[in-house]
């Protein structure tokens, strides 16, 4: 049986907790051990009962499978360095409802939520997320730790670098390229290539240089 650590008490670890319990009763058997968390957050309405059980400062992980649930790229990147740093195990959390093509590679740690779509030689990061009713189509990349939020969609060949992050409803033209620890706009649409460290807003979408890209050492694909 899998003891899996959701690290992240806010409302993505009460979804993560929500996926994970719909898994165990599709039959994979994993159970939920508790939630790390820097603050205090109020895990009283998660499934199962599910505690906070430690911080994330001081947690040794060796012992568990993590997923993490935290929606901000730059913020799931580090976290996911952090506790990779510590020898942390983790778990790939692929719900039940969402399509995934069978020659599409799904990254350790990635979180692939209800109803979205990964589509034939896609490859998803690893720690990356994929929410509800997101897509990833056809031969497109989504780097370590990189966010879909809900309803975002790449098109075919799009490439998406670590850390990047596209809000609700974004759209990825096909063979569109967003740079590492950029950030697509809700609703925005781009067709472009943006370097890394973009901010793209708008339809037709525009890309300024806007964010900072960590110069530690990148993790891997
Ligand atoms: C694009 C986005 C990610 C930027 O958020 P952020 O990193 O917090 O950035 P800030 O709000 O600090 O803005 C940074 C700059 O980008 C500009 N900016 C932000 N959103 C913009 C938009 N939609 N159009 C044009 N400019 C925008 C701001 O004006 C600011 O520019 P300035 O420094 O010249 O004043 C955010 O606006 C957004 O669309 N988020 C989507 C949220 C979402 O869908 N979440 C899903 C949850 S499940």
Not at 123 to 134: K, Y
Request: glycine share 14%; proline share 6%.
């Amino acid at each position: 049986m899998k003891q899996i650590i959701i690290v992240g008490g806010g409302r993505f670890g009460l979804e993560a907790a929500t996926y994970l319990h719909d898994l165990a009763r599709s039959g994979v058997e994993l159970e939920v051990s508790g939630v790390i968390d820097d603050s205090s957050p109020d895990v009283s309405d998660f499934p199962g009962g599910v505690q906070k059980i430690g911080d994330l400062t001081s947690w040794d992980p060796r012992d568990f499978d993590h997923i993490i649930a935290i929606g901000d790229a730059h913020a799931r990147w580090k976290v996911a360095a952090l506790l990779g740093a510590r020898s942390a195990r983790f778990f790939s959390l692929i719900h039940p409802s969402a399509y995934i093509a069978d020659t599409a590679e799904i990254g350790l740690g990635a979180m692939v939520c209800p109803l979205s779509f990964v589509g034939p030689h896609a490859r998803v990061g690893p720690h990356a997320v994929i929410n509800v009713q997101a897509s990833l189509g056809h031969d497109a990349r989504l780097g370590t730790a990189a966010v879909l939020s809900p309803g975002a969609k790449v098109s075919g060949r799009g490439e998406i670098g670590e850390g990047a992050f596209l809000g609700s409803l974004a759209l990825m033209t096909p063979g569109a390229k967003l740079g590492a620890f950029s950030k697509m706009a809700a609703g925005a649409v781009w067709s472009g290539v943006a370097p890394e460290g973009s901010l793209v807003a708008g339809n037709p979408g525009k890309s300024r240089i806007m964010f900072r890209v960590p110069t530690t050492a990148t993790l891997p694909q």
